[in-house]
């Protein structure tokens, strides 16, 4: 948490959109124009905004049904492939202490940023997203960090999906393969897509997280694989079940997910992660209801070492979603989710990394947005994230101290632009933009409450894809 540095003042709205003019675009994706190309619909057809990530009942559709609908002509072949470009500026209420950033051997930024007032270029993605062949398509995400100076392979979503009539009952069902747990789902209540669809790479960000939510090294994306197998029972019914598994270094180094040279050794899943998923949804004349649950066990080789047992991670999530669609004028969303994770660092305890076995990290989110004319957008979030600390020794008095909360709380507050993808048209289709402005204001930082408004962030974004 920021505690010292000189004070900055907030910069005008106007200078860094200014900043932006040749850098526009944002973190997270699935609303790519491939999508539009192949389907010959507008991209408002599956989102809220006339841009993604959030998904609308027709986009749950699409995603479900394997990303192979198209338009039905027999138009000349266009491989689907889309890209996109990303630039933010940051601004933090207090001085960071170091500038962020990779550094280099010598402690010097690579990428020269400052400790305050940062334009950068976040990311560029290029995608291979819609139909490979038949009832099979994909969503797949190659990614260059501007940060970080890396390139690797980012979210992938591999499916196969067919339709029966099964005892008089319409059932689609599917295989994902994914090497990102959630990155399958339908609804923006999980992790990987959830809300806020921006971020900062440069703003200091809270340590506490569960393993879904991207808190457990090693169980991230690029870094696990899995298959999961999945039905849409009339509209209604949603079961998904499946498991993960680690992949080899020699895979993640070739992707560029893991650079085991000045990196930590990554944890290690023993053996066969279950993840499962249930829903129910239903559409009342625009008013869509979804309520669910989703989970993820995990035993893991802390730092992949063997010989000292596993430690056990168990995800225990509960989700609902309410989005007001009668009138595509004014729609109104509201979502939310909550995930209780259990920790047995037995192993971590056997090899001593941790003194308790036992702990805990708790997450809540809710957010609410209401767009108009699904090109401006005001959204408003809260998160709230309960950790406990490992206990420790005080050597002098050879006391072993309780763990404290080592969590978090803070609201976000966003405004989006997206002027394209309202109506669909070859031109149209080969574009997309989407402008926001977004404010995050803490009350608890790593689980302290002592000047914690310094490490508020403001931040200026855009996201072009192509």
Known sequence: MKTSGKTQALPLALLALSGLAALTASPGAQAVPSFSRQTGA????????????????????????????????????????????????????????????????????????????????????????????????????????????????????????????????????????????????????????????ASSPVAPTPAAATMLDGGVSGIATGQVGGATAYAMVNRLLYVEAGAYGSFQNSFMKGTGNYNNWGSPPLNRIDGGAPYWRIALQKDWDGHYFELGHYGMTANVFPNGQHGAGTDNYTDLAFDATYQYLANLEHIAELKTTYIRENRDLTASANIGSVLNRANYVDTFKIN??????????????????????????????????????????????????????????????????????????????DGSQYQVGNNNTFLVNGWLAF
Not at 52 to 71: A, H, Q, T
Not at 125 to 149: E, H, M, N, P, R
């Open 42 to 197: 507008s991209c408002a057809m599956c989102h809220t905004t006339a841009f993604g990530p959030n998904l609308n009942p027709y986009g749950r559709e699409f995603k479900l049904n394997g990303y192979v609908w198209d338009s039905g002509k027999n138009d000349t072949y266009i491989p689907p492939i889309s890209a996109m470009v990303v630039g933010s500026f940051t601004n933090t209420k207090q001085d960071q202490d170091t500038p962020p950033g990779p550094v280099n051997r010598q402690g010097n930024n690579i990428q020269g940023f400052n400790t305050n007032n940062n334009f950068a270029f976040d990311e560029a993605s290029l995608f291979y997203a819609g139909k490979i062949w038949g009832k099979v398509g994909a969503f797949s995400q190659l990614t260059y960090d501007g940060v970080a100076d890396t390139l690797f392979l980012d979210n992938t979503d591999l499916r196969f999906a067919d339709q029966v009539d099964l005892f008089d009952q319409d059932v689609v069902f599917g295989i994902s393969a994914n090497n990102n747990p959630t990155v399958q789902d339908l609804w923006n209540t999980t992790p990987a897509w959830g809300f806020p669809f």
């Open 368 to 445: 609410g947005t209401y767009t108009y004319a699904q090109t401006y957008s005001v959204a408003l979030g809260y998160n709230k994230t309960w950790a406990r600390t490992d206990t420790t020794f005080d050597a002098e008095t050879g006391e072993i101290l309780p763990g404290g909360n080592n969590g978090h709380e803070y609201f976000t507050a966003e405004l989006s632009y997206v002027p394209f993808g309202k109506t669909y048209t070859p031109l149209a289709s080969l574009l997309n933009l989407r402008l926001a402005l977004q404010y995050i204001g803490y009350t608890q930082f």
